[in-house]
């Protein structure tokens, strides 16, 4: 009989969790403002979060305090998901109202996550929740690879967003440097000199 | 003097790394056959690897033999880097020849994995020659999630590869079953269920 239950509960389970794994798939659908590096399209969200868990994986040595490399990862894998209800917010976009996209990315981290059994929504949910606090050193590097990457796919294609929206120097700054720095200056240090190399080709 | 050679070390550490990074950008443009779930357009091997690293994620407590969930999403962040130089093999093509496949996949490894420091080279061509040879727990845990996840988009896009290949029910359970049951008895009794639906809806 106990037997009988488990194997119940089992198949509830996993029928709740490939539900869960089939809403992520629109992940796939939500476009950003970076395009790839080739200049082909714009990237979307899943195939960002790919690159920026390989990124996890390549840089965890760099970071400023020691990380656990695959708690990094695990952060990047989930942090844009809530991006399916609330879409993405561009680094460059002016004048968002911020408690309302903040209320709207709480409400999609309830409702997708809460697509699994309790007990692993409550652990995602809490993962969720730990990058967009960004305290723990894992967090503040995830958040410091997260403003790395579209700064290096932006030089590579030449300019990208910053081209696209007037974006100067001072500006790239302003916006990348304190969240970079936060995670490892040493990658922000590499990162500055892109900047550099890049502003002054483009002068 | 040492902290001197220390610092040009990483410096030069961070530039191959980076280099490394921005080449697997060419990953997000490798299409493979399957659809998206909501058949818009073709997905690509880099947001089919973060896709999977999260299956792995959501799914490992059902791994046939215990896994470690963290080593099972490094082999789904990796194993389909190789594409970028040997492009994706199809599960449903014929004639392809498997031993030239083989090579170009090796050559491709080399190459790419080559942009790395050496140390970091070898650990990651270690790592997507686990996920080939398939043996270690993870490596077959990995191999179960990578057939799952077509088989689940296929039946939610009404039959993606299937209906374009004409692939049979039997066929369905002869290039996937192997595979998943090797994974996952559990998982691979949840995906014959929605097998056995769509094609008793389609029939
Ligand atoms: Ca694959």
Chains 1, 2 share one sequence.
Do not use: C
């Not at 979307?44 to 490399?69: I, K, P, Q, T």
């Not at 910053?162 to 001072?170: C, D, P």
């Not at 990658?187 to 002068?203: G, I, K, Y």
């Amino acid at each position: 009989m106990q037997e009988f239950t488990d194997t119940m509960t089992s198949a509830e389970t996993i029928h709740q969790q490939l539900a869960f794994l089939m809403e992520l798939d629109r992940l796939k659908s939500v476009i950003r403002q970076s395009p790839l590096a080739n200049r082909s399209r714009r990237e979307n969200s899943a195939e960002h979060s790919w690159h920026l868990a390989m990124f996890a994986l390549v840089l965890s040595e760099h970071a400023e305090r020691r990380v656990d490399a695959a708690h990094v990862v695990k952060l990047l894998l989930l942090h844009d998901i809530v991006e399916i209800d609330a879409g993405d917010s561009p680094i460059h976009a002016s004048g968002t109202d911020k408690a309302a996209l903040e209320r709207a990315e709480r409400a999609a981290a309830e409702r997708i996550f809460g697509l699994l059994p309790p007990e692993q929504a409550e652990r995602f949910l809490a993962l969720w929740w730990e990058f967009e606090v960004g305290e723990t050193p894992e967090a503040r590097f995830a958040k410091a690879l997260d403003r790395l990457q579209p700064l290096l796919v932006n030089t590579h294609a030449g300019g990208g967003t910053w081209t696209e929206n007037g974006v100067t120097e001072a500006q790239v700054g302003e916006r990348y440097g304190p969240a970079i720095r936060g995670g490892s200056s040493a990658l922000w240090e590499a990162a500055a000199a892109q900047v550099r190399l890049h502003f002054s080709t483009v002068a």
